[in-house]
């Protein structure tokens, strides 16, 4: 009897820890950015990339983007728009941007050393990437 009350207990702790995070796989639809090509600025189009983002039940963080958390918060303060802003803690200008009820997302990754510099150290460019989410 201990023993299947226990296996309850530890069943039901671990299906709260699954449900406290928002799985989304989304899938860009527009790539673009700006690269450098002999010596010439000029705007290109990219890979489309999918994303498998896992954003806190309350869409206070978000992960799968790169290796690193963000943080994120309400466009304006407004929970009413649906829509969170997410940026990288070392606030270098990426910026992922979220539509609850759209399911839409934006994801802007300006590069640091590539067109604001002047150069395209370790391929460094500006890259745009627009899309649809679905939840997991």
């Known amino acids: 009897m201990k023993l299947k009350l226990l296996?309850?207990?530890f069943s039901f702790g671990i299906s709260t820890s699954v449900s406290a995070e928002i799985v989304l796989y989304c899938n860009s639809e527009l790539?673009?950015?700006?690269?450098?090509?002999n010596g010439i600025?000029?705007?290109?189009?990219?890979e489309l990339k999918r994303y498998t983002i896992k954003f806190d039940d309350d869409y206070s963080r978000v992960k799968g983007l790169n290796e690193y958390s963000w943080k994120c918060k309400d466009a304006f303060g407004n929970k009413e728009l649906s829509t969170v802003i997410c940026?990288?803690?070392?606030?270098?200008?990426?910026?992922f941007t979220y539509?609850?009820?759209t399911k839409r997302f934006s994801y802007y990754s300006g590069g640091v050393f590539g067109f604001i510099k002047g150069n395209n150290v370790g391929n460094d460019t500006t890259q745009m990437y627009a899309g649809t989410c679905e939840k997991f």
């Open 31 to 37: 790539a673009t950015g700006f690269i450098k090509e």
């Open 87 to 95: 940026s990288n803690f070392f606030n270098n200008g990426e910026l």
């Open 7 to 9: 296996l309850f207990l």
């Open 41 to 46: 600025y000029g705007t290109t189009d990219f």
């Open 99 to 101: 539509n609850k009820k």
